[in-house]
T-cell receptor
Framework: NAGVTQTPKFRVLKTGQSMTLLCAQDMNHEYMYWYRQDPGMGLRLIHY???????AKGEVPDGYNVSRLKKQNFLLGLESAAPSQTSVYFCASSYSDSFYNEQFFGPGTRLTVL | AQSVAQPEDQVNVAEGNPLTVKCTYS??????LFWYVQYPNRGLQFLLKYITGDNLVKGSYGFEAEFNKSQTSFHLKKPSALVSDSALYFCAVRDIYASGGSYIPTFGRGTSLIVHP
């Protein structure tokens, strides 16, 4: 099993450009999450999904959109990138309907917006 | 509402000495607590969790954590630190009474553990 994979690993954008980050998991998990990690801020939840076709806002959703068209994939979109979105983005997944299940994280995408 | 605090940004310990990384939490109901480790340029990896039962939980790489309900703490410990333990450690909590029933965990800000040779 590959676990949770993220594409791309690195990306540099100019202000105003758009891009999509792809997260894929092969563990048949229902729940998927997008986080951003900034120095001194820990992990902040952007959006999450509790199943195929569903999405919900997390702590810092502004400037991002997501889609979960297939159970195994969770896409994070930046429509018009801003320097404040420079960060490391992590995707995670977990089993459904259980508060005691741990999360599985991808390796991260390092995004720089100039 | 659920919250978690890691009061130390950085913990320094000499190799071979015991280590403790602190975590305190606040929940409405019963807490479900997790520790994750992040090595440089990697994603987070699950270490251990407390659900119920024994207050001392054993996990990966020789780590253990002690749940203390009266002090609302879940400190991560290891009897003898290794240089290779140097990493960023995150505590997370889930509350079974979380609003919406979606059980989204809340993470602490992380503690950088540095083990000196």
């Amino acid at each position: 099993n590959a676990g949770v994979t993220q594409t791309p690993k690195f990306r540099v954008l100019k202000t105003g450009q758009s891009m999509t980050l792809l997260c894929a998991q092969d563990m048949n998990h229902e729940y998927m999450y997008w986080y951003r990690q900034d120095p001194g801020m820990g992990l902040r939840l952007i959006h999450y999904s509790v199943g195929e076709g569903t999405t919900a806002k997390g702590e810092v959703p502004d400037g991002y959109n997501v889609s979960r068209l297939k159970k195994q994939n969770f896409l994070l979109g930046l429509e018009s990138a801003a320097p404040s979105q420079t960060s490391v983005y992590f995707c995670a997944s977990s089993y459904s309907d259980s508060f005691y299940n741990e999360q599985f994280f991808g390796p991260g995408t390092r995004l720089t917006v100039l | 509402a659920q919250s978690v605090a890691q009061p130390e940004d950085q913990v320094n310990v000499a190799e071979g000495n015991p280590l403790t990384v602190k975590c305190t939490y606040s929940v409405s109901g019963n807490p479900y607590l997790f520790w994750y480790v992040q090595y440089p340029n990697r994603g987070l990896q699950f270490l251990l969790k407390y659900i119920t039962g024994d207050n001392l939980v054993k996990g990966s790489y020789g780590f253990e954590a002690e749940f203390n309900k009266s002090q609302t703490s879940f400190h991560l410990k290891k009897p003898s630190a290794l240089v290779s333990d140097s990493a960023l450690y995150f505590c997370a909590v889930r509350d079974i009474y979380a609003s919406g029933g979606s059980y989204i965990p809340t993470f602490g800000r992380g503690t950088s553990l540095i083990v000196h040779p």
